[in-house]
């Protein structure tokens, strides 16, 4: 027999106000360690493109939700859940790529009616005429590293702005990812140097910002690869002045978009392939397993083995 048998006959039930007592301080325990208030700086980007180097401008001082991070997602045709609506509410900056990539930001903007955000528009910022005379406007503007460098600086700028006592590592960030963007405009120069003029073909024109900087010039018959980006029917003689490309060996690449896909973009990767001519595949969100800087610098260097 235990030698406290009084004792366990009243653990068994509690009065109610001891009962009472011990859940307030149970609760009063909880609260003491809930986890403090977020401070980092709420930033939504329309891509993981922008969002990466918000990251990497800003790193623990921001809190960078991206929109589209999916390589199924189509920019074009994107329909927003409520959990972007509601990031998209709270947001102190929001980043975009503007040119009318992406103008479901400024659609969900307005619905989740945040007007105290600062919105960063890279088309804008890249100081490019959206509305050529001779052409349509290029949206894909990640490739261009002058305009990244411009988005950057502001992202820098604007992250001071709202939080001036962290001025210092978001300089010293920004400088390093200055660097980094340096080395790769140096070797899309020394491949300019030595392939100048060099014909390439494309599928879309993702990539022509990095492209026409490492002086390759895109031989893709006019009206191709603006129906494949438009998703219009090609030609059957566009079709096969195309693939004739990769026949008379007059292309040293094909760079073609891996997040779409068609008979006609099937037919060109084939062909080229059948040539022995080294397809690339590009990308409109950064893959998974590497950030911005590292995606870009994988894309110059396998560019410059096909052309080198």
Partial sequence: MSPFPRLRARSRVLPATFAAVLLASALAGCSSSAAPPDTRIPVVASTNVYGDIAMAIGG????VDSIIADPSQDPHSYEADARVQLALSRATLVIENGGGYDDFVDTLLRGAANTQATVLNAADISGYDQHPAGGDFNEHLWYDFPTVAKVAARISAELTRI?????SSFATRLAAFDAKLATLRAAEAAVAATARGTGVAITEPVPLYMLEAMGLVDRTPEGFSAAIEQGTDVSPALLRQTLALFSGH???????????????????????????????????????????LGWMTRMVDQIAKAVQ
């Avoid at 623990?60 to 809190?63: G, L």
């Avoid at 059948?274 to 893959?287: D, K, L, N, S």
């Fill in 60 to 63: 623990s001082a921001v809190r």
């Fill in 163 to 167: 939080d001036p006592s962290r001025a």
């Fill in 250 to 292: 007059r292309v040293a690449l094909l760079a073609y978009n891996a997040q779409t896909s068609s008979v006609e973009t099937d037919a060109v990767t084939r062909a080229a392939k059948a040539a022995g001519i080294p397809v690339i595949a590009v990308y409109e969100t950064v893959p998974a397993g590497v950030d911005y």
